[in-house]
């Protein structure tokens, strides 16, 4: 992933803004195109995990357990890191769509 450089003004569009929406852009760009939707990709991971861990992995645990990757390898590095910071909000991003689906689901199961 590309570092953000922000030529505006911080009121403008903070750095946060333009985090997020580099994040967005690469959840929904190339990340599909070589993945699939992430409701798919998280669906044959949490099967896999499952069958490692023996116990039931959600599409929504399997985004919560790689924005813990990637907090533990935050941890192994010292100093600013600003692409593991687009990758926690892109993973935050896919793991709140997951979870809409998943819940989604339920509600017309019941």
Known sequence: MNTIENSSSPQENPLR??????????ISGDRNKQYGAPEDNFERTAQIWSVILGVP??????????????????????GYQPDTWIDIAGYAGCGYEVGYLENEKLDKTN
């Open 17 to 26: 803004v333009e985090a997020l929406r580099e994040a967005a852009k690469i």
């Open 57 to 78: 992995i959600s599409n929504e645990d399997v985004a919560m357990m790689m924005v813990g990757l990637k907090v533990a390898r935050y941890a192994s590095k010292s």
